[in-house]
């Protein structure tokens, strides 16, 4: 089972899918949109604030979602 961009992008984040083309290759080669999760973690950075997805009967909706307040 994959996990979500979100848990890519955190997983990014506290390191753990390297740096560089190195990582872009990772994430690739796993199945991930790399832009995509690279666009997220950029976002948490900039922000300093969490990413919320949110889906739609089981599916991803919209990508993500940026500075939801629950």
Avoid: F, H
Avoid at 12 to 39: C, F, H, M, P, S
């Amino acid at each position: 089972m994959m996990k979500s961009n979100l848990d890519i992008a955190n997983e990014v984040l506290n390191g753990k899918w390297g740096i560089g083309e190195a990582r872009k290759k990772k994430i690739t080669k796993a199945g991930y949109d790399y832009n995509t999760i690279q666009a997220m973690v950029n976002e948490m950075i900039k922000t300093g604030k969490p990413i919320k997805e949110i889906t739609l009967n089981g599916k991803e909706c919209c990508g993500y979602i940026i500075n939801i307040e629950v």
